[in-house]
């Protein structure tokens, strides 16, 4: 069983910044590719960052310079810094992690719960 648990949302101004953590507990041989998703209301869900095992990145174009993606191999989890926030970056953030349970497993897309990031005056 393997289980993403995300961080970190929260209410913030314009301007403001925040850091999302999610973290991956069970039973984990490998990570592969993680990355960031978010959905707003009526809106289909789209990629926000994703990164590699080995570390490259890749971000959405309404994010690039404003947001930072990161993660920590040793502790199964991934960071996503919002610097710049705008009231357009409003939704719920998902995480998503490539992770294979066992050495002979084929790998698994995981997703996290979510955790609401609203920015607003």
């Known amino acids: 069983q393997v289980q993403l648990v995300e961080s970190g949302g929260g209410l913030v101004q314009p301007g403001g910044s925040l850091r999302l953590s999610c973290a991956a507990s069970?039973?984990?041989?490998?990570?592969?590719?993680m990355g960031w998703y978010r959905q707003a209301p009526g809106k289909q869900r789209e990629l926000v960052a994703g990164?590699?095992?080995?570390?490259?990145?890749d971000y959405a174009d309404s994010v690039k310079g404003r947001f930072t993606i990161s993660r920590d191999n040793a502790r199964n989890t991934v960071y996503l810094q919002m610097d710049s926030l705008k009231p357009e970056d409003t939704a719920v953030y998902y995480c998503?992690?490539?992770?294979?349970?066992?050495?002979?497993?084929?790998?698994?897309?995981?997703w996290g719960q979510g955790t609401q990031v609203t920015v607003s005056s």
């Open positions: 069970g039973s984990i041989f490998s990570m592969n590719d």
């Open positions: 990164i590699t095992r080995g570390g490259s990145t």
């Open positions: 998503n992690a490539e992770i294979r349970s066992r050495p002979t497993y084929p790998s698994r897309n995981y």
